[in-house]
Antibody, heavy 120, light 109 residues
């Protein structure tokens, strides 16, 4: 059974760095072809893909946010991390991680999401 | 960037057919596959995969849902619509990185 769960600070101040963790089970990111992605959704708005990391450690970023994003994974291949620097109120959103099919790149399993509010 | 355009809302009657469209500004076909996928999202829940590669039903999704299209024009059809289908539906391309459409909110008349 594939499950993913996001965790984060809940609230942080503008200009700080947001750190998110995606913990997953039911698959390993060391398996050839595996990919995990980060996607966010401001309240009442659409989905925005942020970043992805694959089994081989290759990283992919949304070009419009690339300078602020860093995606990484742990050595046990059961967690993926996302850091967003210099946050502002526009980064307030629910953040999801999702397992990504490694051949056709659709998101087949999603976490429940974690809400992050940026406020002073 | 590949931009996906969806109509914001659609209202249909129970038991009728709902057709949701998604248009892209670039071709998302590659080697015989259309890299277009569809998701359903209900309030307070994460998105759920419905259709992948334009027309393939994801596991556990009822056959009332279907998808078709190629190139730059795609549709998701729900027939017949049930009350539980009220949700927002998103298209997503994976031909070049990943982008989503703005979503279509399906409501009942």
């Amino acid at each position: 059974q594939v499950t993913l769960k996001e965790s984060g600070p809940g609230m942080l101040q503008p200009s700080k760095t947001l750190s998110l963790t995606c913990s997953f089970s039911g698959f390993s990111l060391s398996t050839s072809g595996m990919v995990v992605s980060w996607i966010r959704q401001p309240s009442g708005k659409s989905l925005e893909w942020l970043a992805a990391i694959d089994w081989d450690g290759d990283k992919y970023y949304n070009p419009s946010l690339k300078s602020r994003l860093t995606v990484s994974k742990d050595t046990s291949n059961t967690q993926v991390f996302l850091k967003i620097t210099s946050v502002d109120t526009a980064d307030t959103a629910t953040y999801y991680c999702a397992r990504t099919d490694g051949t056709y790149y659709y998101f087949d399993y999603w976490g429940q999401g974690v809400m992050v509010t940026v406020s002073s | 960037d590949i931009v996906l355009t969806q109509s914001p809302a659609l209202a249909v009657s129970l038991g009728q057919r709902a057709t949701i469209s998604c248009k892209t500004n670039q071709n998302v076909d590659y080697y015989g596959n259309s890299y277009m996928h569809w998701y359903q999202q209900k309030p307070g829940q994460q998105p759920k995969l419905l259709i992948y590669l334009a027309s393939n039903l994801a596991s556990g999704i009822p056959a009332r849902f279907s998808g078709r299209g190629s190139g730059t024009d795609f549709t998701l059809t729900i027939d017949p619509v049930e009350a539980d289908d009220t949700a927002t539906y998103y298209c997503q391309q994976s031909r070049n990185l990943w982008t989503f459409g703005g979503g279509t909110k399906l409501e009942l008349k």
